[in-house]
């Protein structure tokens, strides 16, 4: 945009609407982060002024660390988020390549399969999956893995659809000749997948990969259902917990909630700019 | 040539096999299983359906005249109008002026989009903390400002806004980047004509940016709707099983609430199936309402 830029008082008002806006979305932030190091009485006399000198306290932090599991938390919901990212990206590839380049009969009634599972809210599955999956004696087990593996599935579920419309839009736009050359040269199309598709996808890959990832490490609604014992626990399973049990300790809720903030904004730093795209790519999904 | 290679279909079975045997095992199975389900009698979550309920409609007699389901549709509906305006109408604004500005947009789109990143149960916590009783930043600030009396921002009159406010704002900068996106599509030549004709830049604003975003501002809309029937993490967390007095039932959150806390599992089905039978008929309005225009 080369639009001709001068100063004007309408120009400031805009800056100033704007920067209030952006103090609502950082300050709360901050202010969580400033409390976590103060003692819960004095977070209630005051909670604007910084954590410096005798309001110091890291014994939010040490309680945190010591009553509630949070690193075996974070254990849980990295490996269930990674596993639900992998497990998307390898179906909903391979599936998505068939579907953008080959042309069948019955095609067009997979298509329609892939949107409509976009619209299935979770709700309206999870009491059926809870029970398949009690049958088959993974879930409520007292067993780590089953158990990580029940929440996994459902999850993997809920993303392959969208990161199948997203993968096919990439592929149908890759041009077909480099495929036709590796045919030439005598590669079989799972050859022609892994070594040409697959390299060239990769963007489009990173951004479906991080829409899961970070889809999963969030939801709560899913984790109640699958991950009830203490040590299954999640991250957002544990907070969720935490309000009901220490909902008056709020030096060790600010403490827990910056924990679990901290990480995702230094991640969301670095990699913002996939993060946006493939949350917004995700828009049809919600 | 292209269609050469893509003759022999014998390896799209071994693509696709994997991905939609697992969507109608997750996904299409349990979808109609569970509109079964709500006709049915479950003992407890786990357990297979047995038998038909007496009359198999018996959960939705209990739904019509059950008040907390009106009460979880209403604040549904209420939630999904304070969405459509609240979110997307401060996007709109957002994100106009942002197009407006010279520096700064990447810093501010950078800003307004991270309360998305961030799990909604660590920001029910956070609000939590916020609007604390005795005493919050927000109580805390009032009281700095000269009001003397505290206000308890759980208490029934006020509950919905409080858990409306961190929704609604946590999403702003999700339709903001969308918006913005749709803006930065839209022909400098026309903003360039438009100056050369002497137009403002609110004339510009209101003659070229609004008409040209109209479909991406549909799409937000239909997106702000459906998704407000999706809410649970944020209002499970700051008011869990309804507090204050049940009032503050969204649907989702009902489900959850028969189904894991009352443990009328079949129940819960059939709210399920009313969630879905309500985002049908809410997207067709929505869509109905603000249809797509070409130009």
Request: positive net charge.
């Given at each position: 945009m080369t639009k001709k830029r001068t100063f004007s008082i309408g120009r400031g008002v805009v800056y100033l609407l704007l920067v209030l806006w952006a103090i609502t979305t950082i300050y709360p932030i901050f202010w969580v982060l400033q409390n976590s190091f103060k003692a819960k009485d004095k977070i209630l006399a005051d909670?604007?002024?910084?954590?410096?000198?005798?309001?110091?306290?890291m014994a939010n932090y040490r309680k945190a660390f010591d009553s509630l599991n949070i690193v075996n938390a974070y254990k849980n919901s990295i490996f269930i988020s990674t596993m639900v990212a992998l497990f998307v990206i390898l179906l909903a590839g391979m599936a998505a390549y068939a579907l953008s380049r080959y042309k069948f009969r019955g095609c067009e009634f997979l298509h329609t399969m892939v949107i409509a599972?976009?619209?299935?809210?979770?709700f309206a599955t999870i009491v059926p999956v809870f029970s398949m999956e009690f049958s088959w004696g993974i879930?409520?087990?007292?067993?780590?893995f089953p158990t990580m593996l029940s929440v996994i599935l459902p999850q993997v579920a809920g993303n392959l659809s969208f990161a199948m419309v997203v993968l096919i839009g990439y592929i149908k736009g890759l041009p077909i000749e480099l495929e036709e050359a590796a045919y030439m040269e005598g590669c079989n199309a799972f050859q022609i997948y892994f070594k040409v598709v697959l390299p060239l996808t990769k963007p489009s890959f990173a951004t479906v990969a991080i829409f899961s990832f970070l889809w999963s490490y969030n939801d709560l609604f899913t984790q109640m259902f699958f991950l009830t014992r203490p040590d299954m626990y999640g991250i957002t399973t544990l907070l969720n917990r935490l309000t009901a049990k220490e909902g008056t300790n709020y030096g060790l809720m600010a403490s827990a909630v910056t924990l679990v903030i901290v990480p995702v904004i230094i991640v969301y730093c670095f990699l913002q700019k996939y993060i946006i795209k493939g949350m917004t790519a995700g828009a049809v999904k919600g | 040539m292209g269609a050469n290679i893509y003759r022999?279909?014998?390896p799209v079975f071994v693509f696709l096999v994997p991905a939609f045997l697992f969507m109608i095992l997750y996904l299409y199975y349990p979808f109609f299983k569970n509109i079964m389900n709500s006709f049915m009698h479950i003992k407890q979550l786990g357990s297979s359906a047995t038998s038909f309920n007496t009359p198999w409609y018996t959960n939705y007699v209990e739904m019509i005249h059950d008040d907390n389901v009106w009460t979880a549709i209403k604040n549904t509906l209420i939630m999904m109008v304070v969405t459509l305006i609240g979110q997307v109408g401060i996007a709109i604004i957002l994100a106009l002026m942002v197009d407006n500005i010279g520096r700064g947009k990447q810093f501010f789109k950078t800003v307004f989009f991270?309360?998305?990143?961030?799990?909604a149960t660590a920001l029910g916590l956070l609000f939590n903390l916020l609007f604390?009783?005795?005493?919050g930043m927000v109580n805390q600030l009032l009281e700095a400002l000269g009001k003397s009396q505290l206000t308890d921002w759980k208490a029934e009159g006020i509950a919905m806004f409080t858990m409306m406010l961190p929704v609604m704002w946590q999403y702003v900068g999700f339709y903001f980047v969308i918006l913005i996106t749709g803006l930065n599509n839209i022909s400098d030549e026309l903003y360039e004509a438009a100056r050369i004709d002497g137009a403002s830049t609110l004339q510009s604003v209101r003659y070229i940016s609004l008409p040209l975003l109209h479909n991406v501002i549909c799409t937000c809309s239909v997106l702000a709707v459906t998704g407000a029937l999706k809410v649970f993490d944020l209002p499970w967390t700051m008011f869990p099983k309804g507090m204050p007095l049940k009032s503050t039932f969204l649907t989702g959150t009902y489900m959850y609430y028969h189904t894991m806390?009352?443990?009328n599992v079949d129940y819960g089905c059939a709210l399920a199936v009313l969630i879905v039978v309500l985002g049908i008929v809410l997207s067709k309005v929505v869509n109905a309402i603000f249809r797509e225009k070409d130009y």
């Open positions: 909670s604007f002024s910084l954590p410096l000198g005798e309001l110091f306290t599972g976009m619209m299935f809210p979770v879930a409520n087990t007292g067993n780590w | 022999n279909k014998k991270f309360p998305i990143v961030i799990s604390l009783y005795d005493k806390e009352t443990k």
